[in-house]
């Protein structure tokens, strides 16, 4: 075996037979299930984990549905035999552990299997599915139509599983109740897509970890037969994103909450972060996440250094620790929103560093218009932390100096800059996608000592069409 464990999983997803020839495909799944028997050491972190069995068994009914028909009925014979096999290994190792997005692709492989099956095993699974569905419904997804870990990527594929679900449900009370969130849940996603049609980069996530957000709006649509607009004023109280899009710009601000309390592994530093992007291209990111595997890359995604907001003596706003894990916390503090028809103006604090010396606080008021965003920060209380406001760039933005004022360049558009203290440029990283590495720019502005506060303006100069 070579690769990170999240490759292996990936592997084991078998999302690759989809692409095979029909002479090809059972091949491969009949390789996997002589090569992969439970039990044996290790089985449990990737060939039989039941994530990664939850996607597969999906897939491998969804082409036995297509092209069974051309099996031997030996080959047929093997080929159920193992997926119930690995059915009844799910039933029995839930991930009611771990939770959120993970037990949603339990529930969406046990009521897939009760419509594939007969008998009384399918109805065990379809009573158990429909149990946990109703459950996760309540649970994992907030009253705006976020879904519950806050990761816009997530959502992605959380919103794809629903609606998974509901395509292979008969018309009973749950599939009632799950048309009913779809609507919100197609808006939330809408509303956290750029103009580029990839999703927000937020907590961990990549630009192509997912369905395509567009292709999966469209399944919704077919499905549902709503239709669904972008917002112009984006606000979503409970989940904590708020942003302005108008035409081909689109700016969003985190001030949400890190995680659930019970469910940080997706969590990044990022309170009060913001992406933004202009005459559809991205300017402003957040850094994406290289891998899972804890180490140095996997610091660095979460950290509050490689964020849109502000450090205190380049301290983390929240503890993190291994890979998926989180101590003292960030929680968003005193939150005001105030919209008009053309702009969004957020106000909040977080209590990330209050644990520092005078108990500092960091509170961020972000205006965003059509053309400009002005972010004004303080720091209040303290004893003498050093504050450093980052911004951290697309790869494909340029940083030029004229006059002694800054300005970022795109392939078709010019943004200055003005701030209250010197600016400076650093090289840093960015990961758009998992395992790609980008060199990018960081914007550095070290406005002084806690109390202290700074004002930045970023004003587009001018769009080439």
């Given at each position: ?6 490759w ?23 390789d ?44 047929k014979?093997f ?9 009844k ?24 299997a ?31 139509g976020?879904?519950f870990?806050l ?33 919100k ?46 917002s ?6 409970f ?7 108008h035409l ?7 001030a949400?909450?890190?995680a ?24 402003i ?63 909040a ?9 005078g108990?500092p ?9 059509a ?6 920060d303080?720091?209040l ?8 406001s ?12 004229s ?25 840093t990283?960015?990961f758009l ?19 202290c ?10 769009v080439?069409?």
């Amino acid at each position: 075996k070579q690769g990170t464990r999240l490759w292996l999983l990936n592997l084991h997803y078998m999302e690759f037979i989809e692409a095979l020839s029909n002479e090809n495909w059972f091949r491969f799944v009949k390789d996997w299930i002589g090569a992969n028997k439970p039990f044996k050491k290790g089985y449990w972190l990737d060939d039989w984990n039941s994530y990664s069995l939850s996607i597969r068994v999906v897939v491998w009914m969804q082409q036995f549905e297509r092209r069974g028909d051309s099996l031997s009925e030996a080959d047929k014979a093997f080929f159920l035999r193992s997926l119930v096999g690995q059915m009844k290994f799910l039933k029995s190792n839930l991930e009611l552990d771990i939770g959120g997005n993970h037990l949603v692709k339990n529930i969406k492989a046990l009521l897939w299997a009760s419509q594939f099956f007969e008998g009384p095993d399918a109805d065990c699974w379809r009573e158990l599915g429909l149990k946990l569905l109703r459950a996760a419904i309540e649970e994992q997804v907030t009253p705006d139509g976020a879904h519950f870990e806050l990761s816009p990527a997530y959502h992605v594929q959380v919103f794809a599983d629903f609606l998974e679900c509901y395509s292979v449900l008969d018309d009973c009370q749950t599939r009632r109740e799950l048309k009913s969130i779809l609507p919100k849940m197609a808006q939330f996603l809408t509303d956290m897509v750029h103009p580029d049609g990839k999703i927000s980069l937020f907590s961990d996530g990549g630009l192509d970890m997912t369905y395509s957000p567009l292709e999966c709006l469209s399944i919704f649509n077919d499905l549902i037969g709503t239709s669904i607009e972008q917002s112009e004023i984006i606000s979503y109280p409970f989940a904590g994103y708020f942003g302005l899009r108008h035409l081909d710009t689109l700016i969003l601000m985190d001030a949400a909450e890190l995680a659930p309390r019970y469910l940080p592994a997706h969590g990044h530093g990022d309170a009060l972060s913001f992406e933004w992007s202009v005459a559809s291209q991205r300017v402003i990111i957040d850094p994406g996440v290289f891998e899972y595997n804890q180490g140095a890359l996997r610091d660095f995604s979460r950290s509050t250094l490689s964020h849109n907001t502000v450090t205190l003596d380049d301290e983390e706003q929240t503890e993190f620790w291994l890979a998926f894990r989180v101590g003292r916390r960030a929680s968003i503090t005193n939150r005001e929103v105030r919209a008009e028809s053309d702009k969004i103006s957020v106000s909040a604090a977080h209590n990330g560093y209050s644990r520092l010396a005078g108990k500092p606080i960091h509170k961020r008021e972000i205006v965003m218009a059509a053309s400009s965003i002005h972010i004004h920060d303080k720091i209040l209380n303290g004893r003498g932390q050093r504050a450093i406001s980052r911004i951290m760039l697309d790869p494909d933005i340029c940083v030029e100096k004229s006059d002694q004022q800054y300005f970022l360049r795109g392939k078709n558009l010019n943004i200055a800059i003005e701030c209250d203290f010197p600016l400076a440029v650093e090289e840093t990283i960015c990961f758009l996608n998992f395992g790609h590495k980008y060199q990018t720019k960081q914007l550095i502005v070290d406005f002084g000592m806690a109390p202290c506060s700074c004002t930045m303006i970023l004003t587009v100069c001018s769009v080439l069409s």
